[in-house]
């Protein structure tokens, strides 16, 4: 069974200030991992996506995350906040098109990102 | 990226009543689509799967008799909360993917419910 765990239901950073949302997941399988924003009463965006290959994965609006196997991580990072960052964020796995199933995604309980003037 | 609508954005109905809510994608072929519901200030639960023209697989715990689920066309996805009452009072956000299981699954704006 997947799991994941999203260190920090709440994070606060000044306006300018680096952004790190931590991710812990557990698979039996490779995992495919995903970081989603999601706005009030609004739907979820995908912000970018780890499948194969490079372990630095860049996404919209300056975010990054890196897989780390060995720590069985994907924490999620931004230089520099900006007001607009203001959200919740979401870091979800699934399987990956080679097991069964359909790619169903397991979310983290989210982070709530507040950005200080 | 692709574009997923949901309709109706917002819907509060009297406990008893049955309430369908509809999916689609835009822009491309969704071969499968997901029913998630998600709680003030909590995560998304994932409620069931469903593949064009087959039966939706649901989770445990979700009721199937309950939450109806009708995916007759590569475009749209229904969910019909049968008989709604208080506690399914919920936003309900649905997500579809393409043909390729390496598809990005894009999620729709959700649909805020409020049973009476």
């Known amino acids: 069974a997947q799991s994941v765990t999203q260190l920090g239901s709440h994070v606060s950073v000044s306006e300018g200030a680096l952004v790190l949302l931590r991710c812990n997941y557990s698979?039996?399988?490779?995992?495919?991992l995903f970081w989603y924003v999601q706005y009030p009463n609004q739907g979820l965006q995908l912000l970018l996506k780890?499948?194969?290959?490079?372990?630095l994965v860049k996404g919209i609006n300056g975010f990054e995350a890196e897989f780390k196997k060995s720590e069985t991580s994907f924490h999620l990072t931004k230089p520099s906040a900006h007001m607009s960052d203001a959200a919740e964020y979401f870091c979800?796995?699934?399987?990956?098109?080679?097991?069964?199933?359909?790619?169903?995604?397991?979310f983290g309980a989210g982070t709530r990102l507040a950005v200080h003037p | 990226g692709a574009v997923v609508s949901q309709h109706p954005s917002r819907v509060i109905c009297k406990s008893g009543t049955s309430v369908k809510i509809e999916c689609r994608s835009l822009?491309?072929?969704?071969?499968?689509m997901f029913w998630y519901r998600q709680f003030p200030k909590q995560s998304l639960m994932l409620m069931a799967t469903?593949?064009?023209?087959?039966?939706?697989?649901?989770e445990q715990g979700v009721e199937k008799d309950k939450f109806l689920i009708n995916h007759a066309s590569l475009t749209l996805s229904t969910l019909t909360v049968t008989s709604a009452h208080p506690e399914d009072s919920s936003f309900y956000i649905c997500?579809?993917?393409?043909?390729?299981?390496?598809?990005?699954?894009?999620f729709g704006p959700g649909t805020r419910l409020t049973v009476l």
């Open positions: 780890y499948t194969t290959g490079a372990t």
């Open positions: 979800a796995v699934s399987e990956g098109p080679f097991s069964g199933g359909y790619n169903k995604l397991i």
């Open positions: 698979s039996s399988v490779p995992p495919y």
């Open positions: 997500s579809a993917r393409g043909r390729a299981r390496t598809d990005t699954q894009y």
């Open positions: 469903s593949n064009e023209g087959s039966k939706a697989t649901y």
């Open positions: 822009d491309f072929q969704a071969t499968t």
